[in-house]
């Protein structure tokens, strides 16, 4: 997993029956939602059911994602603002009371520092509910397994 950097990827064997790819490589929510969106919705097309999950805890920027067949069935994103914001929260969410701003919301973020923290500590619990939670797989797990690699041209369909 060390060498996915430098717009590099690590693909994992199957996990628990879950392929998780990690790395610089992937388009980041929080930098352009709309090339992640474009991203997702597409490998969804072709793999199913996906999930991303992202989080930045010295900047507080987090977002997770849940798409199935190319649709999206919920995501989040926040950077500052709410970047995206669809479909409705789930029971996961609800449970872990996790903050889900709507657009242009008025609150300021330093008001929402503490809640915008706990987001970002409750990520890998979404992860763990929704699938597996990557920061719980043993490192013996990652060694010497998986693909590390680049994209060579990503075209959203």
Same mark, same amino acid.
């Given at each position: !997993? ?5 717009? +590099?990827?690590?693909? &994992?064997?199957?996990? %628990?029956?879950?392929?998780? /790819? ?7 929510? @929080? ?9 997702? @919705?597409a490998l969804s097309r072709k *793999? ?21 067949? %190319? ?8 950077? %500052?603002? @709410? *970047?995206?914001? $669809? %479909?409705? /929260? @789930? ?6 009371? !996790? ?5 242009? &919301? ?5 008001? *929402? ?8 500590? +409750?990520?890998?619990? *979404? ?7 990557? &920061?719980?797989?043993?490192?013996? !797990? ?10 060579? $041209?990503? +075209?959203?369909?």
């Amino acid at each position: !997993m060390a060498e996915a950097r430098e717009d +590099k990827l690590f693909i &994992s064997p199957s996990i %628990g029956g879950w392929v998780l /790819v990690v790395g610089s490589g992937l388009p980041e929510p @929080t930098e352009d939602a709309d090339r992640c969106f474009h991203f997702l @919705t597409a490998l969804s097309r072709k *793999l199913g059911h996906v999930q991303c999950f992202s989080v930045s805890r010295v900047v507080h920027h987090h977002c997770w994602a849940l798409l199935e067949r %190319g649709h999206v069935f919920r995501a989040y994103a926040w950077a %500052g603002e @709410t *970047l995206w914001n $669809q %479909g409705p /929260v @789930t029971a996961a969410e609800k449970e872990l009371d !996790m903050l889900c701003l709507e657009y242009a &919301s008025e609150q300021s973020p330093f008001a *929402l520092r503490e809640a915008l923290c706990a987001n970002c500590e +409750k990520v890998n619990q *979404l992860a763990a509910r929704w699938s597996i939670d990557p &920061s719980a797989i043993p490192p013996e !797990m990652w060694r010497g397994r998986g693909i590390v690699g680049a994209f060579s $041209q990503f +075209k959203p369909h």
